[in-house]
């Protein structure tokens, strides 16, 4: 990098070292000014290895500084973000609004309702995350109901029922009650019958765009005016699976002449040739509309408050027929706008993602490049970070974004006090390849700590008696020197790294590199990243590990081990720097 970017670098890191240490009135550490400098400066990250390396004086400069002073600086050159820090501090302690009329109930109690055609993106973790912030806060009741009555157009995924629930519970919800709608396809028939009875549906079967010409056009179709007889008999017919798909309909009659022509005698019930996954469903061939089954579940089920998308809007509408012939009162509704995340390629669509699968793109729901809870699990990040991540985004109708980077902050917030450090060395092009020499002189071994903030944990042995590989990148110039961290400061001779001492001054007052290293008969190890495979060598302490541990690769980032085999090759999934 030149110099001009350097100190751009610099002075970026500078003002996040400072908000870092302010907010959390402490020392600020590399790893976490990481992700909002490089989220907030896109353009930096094609320096993402140097970075480390030219920031750490930096933090060290702000971490000599006492709290007045790094407040005072941080006034200096961010008045605005010592103002929003100041903000935080003063308001509330709830990041979510007030739940409407929350006190006129004596138990708010609210739902998550996913269609189970597949495991949740990134994007389905809002709701969970949000009604399960909502059951804590007012020591409510948190219910999951499987909406799984279109066998066809959203054909459920039989192992979805139990990955979902498994997302649920890594983000650190338990429901109260779990529902699946197809268990339940005899109530919404009980009740379809008692709305006949009122007058409140009819049968109809029109074909579906001679009905859309006359709906469109406020004409009433002419199914509407049949006797109550013909209409339960007609819908008795549907049960028992005596039409085709596409044959007969139940429609709620509404007002044909409503101004808005989707509120207009909507379908309630609809035949479907397809069986149901589930065994236990599938002789059933007359299906509810999702409109009709879940306004009826949310009035059974005692649902007090709803959460949807601003889209959603005439859904309650068409809801809100159903109850006025029923006489019950509609939950307490909250729209919301859709959230958009960063950083992936993949598209956040279920069926992207299962077709990606499907033809060998991805390697399944955890695949690291895949934007989805459950590699978000693989990855090593907490569901916690994400719950935190989405609930900050609040309850607005505007579309929101949600950065990646504010995930990885919330993880290492959580994580790096007890994350052991360790080296990674990366045989790959976009790092130069790996590099091995032989030590001349010096000790047996480095011994870099375990953790930079915790000596009492001791630290690693790592021998150099084979010799060492860098990164290719990292190879000072013949007769120049570079620090191998928690090792010394080596020349760069002939083929060979000659040790010259261990005087950190070399780095603080000279600027010699420090770089990380490996013994080069040290364990093979795959780093699984958003980017593709990495491998590269290890440290023999590595194999001390178990899978779900947690590492962090200095210079590199954190990463969860997924497997360790001394003999062969060991995984490990990143999960942010």
């Given amino acids: 990098m030149d110099d ?27 790893g976490a000014i990481m992700g909002p400098l490089m989220g907030e400066n896109p353009e930096f990250r094609e320096y993402g290895d140097q970075i480390p390396g030219v920031i750490a004086p930096v933090v060290d400069r702000v971490n000599g500084m006492d709290a007045e002073e790094r407040r005072d600086r941080l006034e200096e050159l961010a008045p605005e973000k010592l103002a929003e820090l100041e903000a935080e501090d003063e308001g509330e302690d709830h990041p979510l609004p007030d739940l409407p009329n929350a006190d006129e109930y004596d138990t708010v109690r609210m739902r998550v309702a996913p269609n189970p ?25 948190f219910v999951c109901r499987f909406d799984d009555t279109d066998p066809e157009t959203k054909r459920p995924d039989i192992e979805a029922y139990d990955a979902i629930l498994d997302a649920i519970d890594y983000l650190g919800f338990e429901p109260d009650d779990v529902f699946k709608a197809s268990d339940r396809v005899e109530t919404y028939y009980e009740y379809a019958r008692e709305l006949i009875e009122k007058g409140g549906a009819y049968t109809c079967s029109c074909p579906q765009g001679e009905f859309s010409d006359l709906k469109n056009s406020g004409k009433a ?18 049960v028992d699976g005596e039409y085709e798909s596409g044959e007969m309909v139940l429609r709620v009659r509404t007002d044909i002449t409503h ?22 469903a599938a002789d059933y061939r007359c299906w509810p509309m999702l409109d009709f089954q879940s306004g009826v579940d949310d009035h059974l089920l005692g649902i007090t408050h709803i959460i949807r998308g601003i889209d959603l809007q005439d859904s309650a509408k068409r809801q809100q027929f159903v109850y006025d012939y029923f006489g019950w009162e509609y939950p307490e509704v909250v729209h919301w706008g859709h959230v958009q995340v960063d950083e992936y390629d993949v598209k956040m ?54 950065a990646m980077s504010s995930v990885y902050s919330n993880n290492r917030d959580l994580i790096d006090d007890e994350t052991d450090r360790a080296f990674f060395v990366r045989d790959d092009d976009a790092h130069g390849g790996l590099v091995e020499r032989q030590i001349v002189g010096g000790p047996d071994a480095g011994e870099p700590p375990y953790h930079p903030d915790f000596e009492e944990r001791g630290r690693r042995e790592i021998p150099v008696a084979a010799g060492v590989v860098v990164e290719g990148d990292d190879l000072p110039g013949h007769g120049e020197r570079v620090w191998l ?6 020349r760069h001779t002939r083929d060979a790294f000659e040790y010259v001492g261990d005087d950190i001054s070399a780095v603080r007052e000279e600027g010699v590199d420090v770089v990380h290293w490996a013994p080069a008969d ?22 001390d590990y178990g899978a779900d541990d947690l590492l962090q ?6 990463v969860r081990v997924d497997s360790v085999d001394a003999d062969g090759e060991s995984v490990t999934y990143f999960a942010h720097p």
């Fill in 259 to 280: 101004k808005n022509p989707a509120l207009r005698d909507f379908v309630a019930f609809r035949m479907i040739d397809t069986p149901h996954p589930r065994e236990t």
């Fill in 553 to 558: 690769f200095e210079r590199i980032g954190f």
């Fill in 117 to 141: 055609n597949g495991p949740w993106h990134i994007g389905h973790a809002r709701m969970a995350a949000v009604i399960g912030t909502y059951k804590d806060r007012y020591d409510g009741e």
């Fill in 221 to 238: 179709c002419p199914h509407r005016e049949k006797d109550a007889e013909t209409v339960r008999e007609e819908f008795a017919a549907m």
């Fill in 349 to 402: 669509s279920t069926s992207t993602i299962a077709e990606l699968i499907a033809d060998g793109e991805l390697d399944g729901w955890d695949d690291p490049r895949a934007p989805t809870v459950a590699s978000l699990k693989r990855r090593g990040i907490r569901g916690q970070a994400l719950v935190d991540a989405m609930v900050e985004l609040g309850t607005s109708t505007s579309n929101v974004d949600l």
């Fill in 485 to 490: 961290k928690g090792y010394g400061c080596v």
């Fill in 522 to 543: 040290g364990p093979e190890l795959r780093l699984r990243t958003m980017d593709g495979d990495v491998t590269g060598v290890t440290e023999p302490g590595f194999l």
């Fill in 4 to 30: 001009a970017v350097r100190q751009r670098i610099e002075e970026a890191a500078e003002t996040n070292a400072l908000l870092n240490a302010v907010k959390h009135d402490s020392e600020a550490q590399v």
